[in-house]
């Protein structure tokens, strides 16, 4: 299974980026989807997730300004952020918790990450 994170880059603040996070392999089902990013010298903190019913929480920094949503056909999880300032600037990343094919449980995957820069 993989996870292939996309769609970073740099944007002034107050615009918007889409990041997508395609999943591929041996998949059966996902659960939930989730965004993290990591700034410079800061902790890993989680952004958003959703799970496979839709649910969705947020992290209180981008209420209001970010939306997860997925594509269970297409095993995709998309981030629209927008209102972006440069506190947003960071490496973000996506994970899935993945039950395979001829598996027993869900495993977490982890993709690669897609850097987001907000300029000031």
């Known amino acids: 299974v993989q996870l292939q994170a996309s769609g970073g880059g740099l944007v002034q603040a107050g615009g918007s980026l889409r990041l997508s996070c395609a999943a591929s392999?041996?998949?059966?089902?996902?659960?939930?989807m989730g965004w993290y990013r990591q700034a410079p010298g800061k902790q890993r903190e989680l952004v958003a997730a959703?799970?496979?019913?839709?649910?969705?929480n947020y992290a209180d920094s981008v209420k209001g300004r970010f939306t997860i949503s997925r594509d269970s056909a297409k095993n995709t999880a998309y981030l629209q952020m927008n209102s972006l300032k440069p506190e947003d600037t960071a490496v973000y990343c996506c994970n899935a918790d993945v039950l395979g094919f001829g598996s027993n449980w869900f495993e977490e995957y982890w993709g690669q990450g897609t850097l987001v820069t907000v300029s000031s």
């Open positions: 392999g041996s998949i059966f089902s996902i659960n939930a």
């Open positions: 959703i799970t496979r019913g839709g649910s969705t």
